[in-house]
């Protein structure tokens, strides 16, 4: 085995989803934004872009499983927005694998796209902005974990 793991697309049952809508939201957007800032405080994100981001709504869906985030960008870091009072700037939905591909940096935005995987709404020219954001963004490397062969 090398090593690498490939995450495969899956769509969750439809149970799932309908359970998701179901539950309070709130923690999903203080996990986004835990994460986001986390990323801001690593240095991770480009710093001459986020001036771009200010006071702009975002929100994130993750269809399969009911789950949805939405925040903003104010005075240098990210904040969640329980309950949004106008449609988001820039939203994105997709399910939960897609999501995952992205982050694995196993898909790029631009396939999922294209292959209908990924929906970004809003305002065009800060999708490009944020779609370059977090291309330019260079994970740190995760130490290798050791696999117990069988």
Known sequence: M?????????????FVASL?????????ALALVGVLNTALKMKLLPESELA???D???RVRVLDTGGE???????????????PQRE???AFAANLSAFLQLLARQEDPDTLFFNR????TGDTELGLIVKNMLDAVEWPKLPQLPLASS
């Open 2 to 14: 090398n090593g690498n793991f490939t995450i495969p697309k899956f769509k969750l049952p439809g």
């Open 88 to 90: 988001p700037d820039l």
């Open 20 to 28: 998701g809508h179901k539950l309070p939201q709130w923690p999903h």
């Open 56 to 58: 702009k709504l975002f």
């Open 52 to 54: 771009l981001l200010e």
């Open 117 to 120: 995987e990924l929906e970004i």
């Open 69 to 83: 985030a939405s925040y903003t960008y104010r005075n240098g870091l990210f904040r969640p927005v329980f309950r």
